[in-house]
């Protein structure tokens, strides 16, 4: 085995170890009625307040009538709202409602909580080291994707 096909089986070893870790296999989100996928929906307008569903489908990599469905119930249970866009009429700009900010902000705290509760064990300078990990696989996976986006040489 080379080291590419190593890379791959440790990447996926680690998906399969982190994934069911923070309970993001299931269709209910940290105890709640929605999946991760539905609430990662909520936490993109909520950081990026007026972007659209391309920007969402771009970012998250999902398939757009799978997120067109997912915009339509937040937006039926009164969490989110579609507003044409002041700069383009044919794009709809996505705004979190008062209901879904504080949907969102719960979702926020309750996941924070259950990752510190995760890396309670761990002592300051192990932190430091974890961290530091997240950097590089963050910035090592981001070349590879800029690569194959042909952003870079």
């Known amino acids: 085995m080379d080291e590419k096909e190593k890379a791959v089986y440790r990447v996926r070893e680690f998906t399969r170890f982190y ?23 909520l936490f993109e307008v909520y ?9 969402i489908a771009s970012t998250m990599n999902i ?5 067109s469905r997912i915009i339509k ?5 009164g969490y989110l709202v579609r507003m044409v866009s ?5 794009s709809r700009e996505l705004h979190l409602t008062e209901l ?27 932190c430091e080291a974890l961290m530091h990990a997240l950097d590089t696989v963050t910035e090592l996976l981001k070349d590879c994707r800029n690569k194959q986006n042909g952003l870079q040489e």
């Open 19 to 41: 994934m069911p870790m923070l309970e993001l296999l299931g269709n209910h989100y940290l105890g709640s009625e929605y999946s991760a996928t539905e609430a990662r929906v």
């Open 47 to 55: 950081e990026h307040d007026g972007c659209n569903a391309a920007h």
């Open 63 to 67: 398939d757009k009538s799978y997120l």
């Open 73 to 77: 119930s937040h937006e039926s249970k």
């Open 86 to 90: 002041k700069t383009d009429s044919r």
């Open 100 to 126: 879904g900010v504080e949907l969102t902000r719960d979702f926020i705290r309750r996941s924070n909580a259950q990752i510190g509760e995760i890396l309670a064990p761990l002592n300051g300078e192990t």
